[in-house]
């Protein structure tokens, strides 16, 4: 059975196309800039990448694309094949825990969570009515990124403020990266052999956050209100004092919208450093002895060693620290500066084993009191299973 797993953005479409229950990747690829001119599509099959420059007018432009893709890579022979579509979709609120098959009363209620998350919810329902239109046979099925953190108790989940602000607007923590770190807690479960295991899933990519996890569930984690909380990350500030903003206003005559954007997208590695937001060219200034970039790379190192060490306490103890997403997968010094740091709790690092990218392995030395694992995250195929649970 073929199932699609969808992320839709404002100017782009990711997909991946599954034979279920095999979980073998058919075919993959990704459009982007829809919308905005200067369109181009990849498409990865049978371990071949074929790249097209192509107008993208939308997003139903885009989807009849990829179906006319399925026909012509011979993928599928009809339509009916595909049995369900998976959609990413960011925030779920407090209504979604589990991911829920897409009817008109779900679009309603995503529609009215865009409040929540204005630049993610509105282009994911555009992916949702596309799909909807394009494969009217096959089951649309929404997940959430913020579903797996419903399981946070109130005690993590609230912010010391005013109590009406969290019943009359839903202020408090709701977490993102759920569909990775809920596949971390599972996968290393399952290496662990102990299903109910404490872990410590770091996704730290562009984003960033860091989820404790016990007995499968999200107990705590780093990001808010908003993807803009907890962590240092490639150009979002993670969490601040919040007076910084009226204070940084009245000094330069920007506005809140212009302040917002530069806590978004000029600061952390990007807004320390003054060079980039890619740990790559931080690394590489780092190597050449640049001091910002040095002084960004243990400001990073420091917000995420103070997040592990607070889940330790927290879960009271832990049996894993797993490394995931684009940094944690691909940069053995930033997983090399961290474990470091962690040694007051035991954790010891395999330097060798630690020379790996994007591959499952695990880092640190037999003594280390916690194991430490690479375990690259796979979001596409837990909104694959979900679909797939629902047929
Ligand atoms: P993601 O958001 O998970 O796709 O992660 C993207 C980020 O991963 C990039 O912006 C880089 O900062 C980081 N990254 C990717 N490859 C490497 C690498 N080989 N070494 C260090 N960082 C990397």
């Not at 630690?354 to 195929?381: C, F, H, Q």
Request: proline share 3%; charged share 25%; hydrophobic share 40%.
């Amino acid at each position: 059975m073929k199932i699609l797993s969808v992320n839709a953005g404002s100017s782009s479409l990711k997909f991946q196309m599954y034979e279920m229950p095999e979980e073998k990747v058919l075919i993959s690829g990704t459009f982007e800039r829809i919308g905005i001119g200067g369109g181009m599509y990849t498409i990865k099959i049978n371990g071949e990448k074929i790249k097209k420059e192509q107008e993208l007018a939308d997003h139903s432009v885009a989807v009849k694309i990829l179906i006319d893709e399925l026909f012509a890579n011979n993928v599928i022979e009809s339509l009916d094949e595909i049995k369900g579509v998976g959609h990413r979709i960011v925030h779920g609120g407090e209504k979604y825990a589990k991911s829920v098959v897409i009817d008109d009363d779900v679009i309603k209620t995503v529609t009215e969570l865009s409040d929540l998350a204005p630049l993610h919810n509105p282009a994911n329902l555009i992916g949702v009515k596309t799909f909807m239109e394009s494969i009217p046979n096959a089951i649309q099925v929404g997940c959430f990124d913020t579903a797996f953190h419903q399981t946070m108790e109130k005690c993590e989940f609230l912010y010391p403020v005013p109590y009406e602000w969290y019943t009359e607007y839903g202020v408090r923590k709701y977490g993102f990266h759920g569909m990775s770190h809920n596949y971390i807690a599972k996968r290393a479960g399952e290496i662990l052999g102990n299903p109910n295991a404490k872990i410590i899933s770091c996704h730290i990519g562009n984003g960033g956050s860091l989820c404790a996890i016990a007995d499968g569930k999200s107990i705590d984690t780093s990001m808010g209100f908003t993807p803009n909380a907890g962590l240092m990350m490639g150009s979002r500030s993670g969490d601040i004092d919040s007076t910084l903003i009226p204070f940084i206003m009245n000094k330069t005559g920007k506005s809140l919208d212009e302040v917002i954007n530069d806590l978004n997208k000029k600061s952390g590695y990007l807004g320390v450093s003054g060079i980039s937001s890619d740990s790559r060219d931080i690394e590489d200034a780092a190597a050449e002895g640049n001091e910002r970039a040095i002084l960004a790379q243990n400001m990073y190192y420091e917000k995420i060693v103070n997040y592990i060490a607070e889940y330790y306490l927290e879960l009271g103890g832990a049996d894993a620290i797993v490394f995931t997403a684009g940094v944690g997968e691909n940069s053995k010094l930033t997983r090399k500066a961290i474990c470091d740091k962690l040694a007051p709790l035991g954790v010891k690092l395999d330097e060798e084993a630690n020379n790996v990218r994007g591959e499952e392995k695990l880092i640190s030395a037999p003594d280390s009191t916690v194991k430490v694992y690479v375990i690259p995250t796979d979001e596409e195929v837990m909104i694959a299973r979900d679909t797939y649970s629902f047929i």
